[in-house]
């Protein structure tokens, strides 16, 4: 069997027109633009990177972007009066502040220290109970984005094994709690898992957010099952030339696509689907703040 390809690139584009859709009539039937702002404390490099292109695209869709680049050193106070700020300013729907922050900042207190309302990046502690007990809540981006291929591309996952590898606050909880609340068996596997390859081969969804590269291989996976591979991994690659790398997930992508039903590919599988549900998430919380419908299919 060779898998179909899920095309998180294309799929992502898609979402972006629809958002970019609900912006322009919230925009001319009600006069409102959703605005969405970031915060980046510190000179991560890969923070840096992700920061332009969520500021370039939030752009792009209609929306506002505001963001705020401060000091590596800015205190805890100082970060928690820029959050105030955005909490309290009506034309900013969505507030997100990447991740990883410096060593010094409460990195909990700062998430929990975003309305609610506004935590577009759903890591708040209100948010994930909300999730947890089958509530209206924000989704994480990343589980969403995998959810929203998982039902393109299946319907209905209602009944369906799925394995989740990775048990992270940020991916594998809130996706298995996602697969759950569609309906999915849900199993979470982590490092202490014993027998991780018979676990996997149990599966119809694998969902791989582990953080390591290649480590699911074909043998691993059941005969047409859905592979959805939300590892990103840098490996060297000198036969590209000197100093070359090369993205990888974490299932080993030929192996698995030999014998599951399909996959998603790294790059161009969840990666572009996360920045795409980061601007869904901003015009769902604009639309809940100013008591307006809902868009439908751009949230769980
Ligand atoms: P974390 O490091 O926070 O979590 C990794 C998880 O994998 C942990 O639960 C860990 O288990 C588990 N794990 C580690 N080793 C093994 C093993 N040998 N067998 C089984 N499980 C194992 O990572 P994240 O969840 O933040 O990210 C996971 C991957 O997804 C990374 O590659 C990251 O770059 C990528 N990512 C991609 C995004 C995208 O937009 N595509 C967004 C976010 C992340 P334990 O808890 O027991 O330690």
């Known amino acids: ?175 298995a709690q996602l697969l759950l609340n569609d309906s999915a068996t849900v199993t979470i596997a982590h490092s202490r898992t014993k027998d991780l390859a018979d676990v996997v081969r149990r599966a119809d969804i694998v969902v791989a957010a582990v953080g390591r590269a290649e480590m699911v291989p074909g043998d691993w996976i059941k005969p047409g099952a859905t592979v959805i591979d939300v590892g990103i991994n840098r490996l060297d690659a000198p036969e590209r030339g000197a100093g070359k790398t090369r993205l990888v997930g974490d299932v080993d992508y030929d192996s698995c696509a030999a014998v599951a039903g399909a996959i998603t590919p790294v790059p161009g599988g969840v990666g572009p689907m996360t920045i795409a549900c980061l601007l869904a998430n901003t015009v769902t919380a604009c639309c809940r703040a100013n008591g307006l419908p809902e868009p439908e299919g751009l949230t769980a």
């Open 1 to 175: 069997m060779t898998a179909t390809v899920i095309d998180g690139k294309e799929f992502a584009a898609r979402v972006r027109a629809q958002v970019g859709m609900h912006v322009a009539r919230l925009k001319t039937d009600h006069g409102i633009t959703p605005g969405l702002a970031v915060v980046l404390v510190g000179e991560d490099p890969a923070s840096e990177v992700y920061v332009r292109s969520k500021g370039k695209m939030t752009v792009e869709v209609g929306m506002k972007s505001v963001e705020h680049r401060l000091d590596a050193d800015t205190s805890q106070a100082d970060l928690l009066k820029v959050i105030e700020d955005l909490n309290n300013d009506p034309e900013i729907h969505g507030i997100l502040c990447q991740l990883p922050l410096p060593k010094h900042l409460n990195e909990d207190l700062i998430i929990n220290s975003i309305d609610p309302a506004k935590d577009v990046d759903g890591f708040h502690i209100s948010n994930v109970g909300l999730l947890g007990t089958g509530q209206k809540s924000m989704v994480p981006c990343t589980p969403l984005g995998c959810l929203m291929m998982l039902r393109d591309h299946h319907g209905s996952i209602s009944g369906m094994n799925a394995v989740v590898i990775g048990r992270s606050n940020i991916v594998g909880k809130p996706m």
